[in-house]
């Protein structure tokens, strides 16, 4: 599996990303249609989530146990399952204070 793996986890390893610190926040936009999104800018917007957790949280074989929600989002990414794969990944950075990248 880790075979399988490495070759996406190069290229999310590599993406650019911050940490959140202390910032102001700004209200959100109002509520409209929701936006409906590429499979090409969902893969790359799943690319630059799990880059981020593996770059600053930690990367899936690094504990004695992996984080198997990681790991199946990331799976799921990699298989193109990109609304099981997203809202994980976002969830996961949340919780460890990082504001999410911009979508586009």
Same mark, same amino acid.
Request: net charge positive.
């Given at each position: 599996?880790?075979?399988?793996?490495?070759?996406?986890?190069?290229? *999310?390893?590599?993406?650019?990303?911050?940490?959140?610190? =202390?910032?102001? +926040? +700004?209200?959100?936009?109002?509520?409209?249609?929701?936006?409906?999104?590429?499979?090409?800018? =969902?893969?790359?917007?799943?690319?630059? *989530?799990?880059?981020?957790?593996?770059?600053?949280?930690?990367?899936?074989?690094?504990?004695?146990?992996?984080?198997?929600?990681?790991?199946?989002?990331?799976?799921?990414?990699?298989?193109?399952?990109?609304?099981?794969?997203?809202?994980?990944?976002?969830? +996961? *950075?949340?919780?460890? =204070?990082?504001?999410?990248?911009?979508?586009?």
């Amino acid at each position: 599996m880790t075979r399988k793996l490495l070759p996406l986890l190069l290229v *999310l390893s590599a993406a650019a990303c911050t940490r959140s610190g =202390d910032t102001t +926040t +700004t209200p959100a936009p109002a509520a409209g249609p929701a936006r409906t999104y590429t499979a090409e800018e =969902d893969r790359a917007y799943c690319g630059k *989530l799990a880059g981020l957790y593996l770059r600053y949280v930690g990367s899936i074989g690094s504990r004695v146990m992996p984080n198997v929600y990681i790991t199946g989002a990331i799976n799921e990414c990699a298989q193109g399952n990109y609304a099981a794969g997203i809202p994980v990944l976002e969830k +996961t *950075l949340r919780e460890s =204070d990082f504001t999410l990248p911009k979508r586009s």
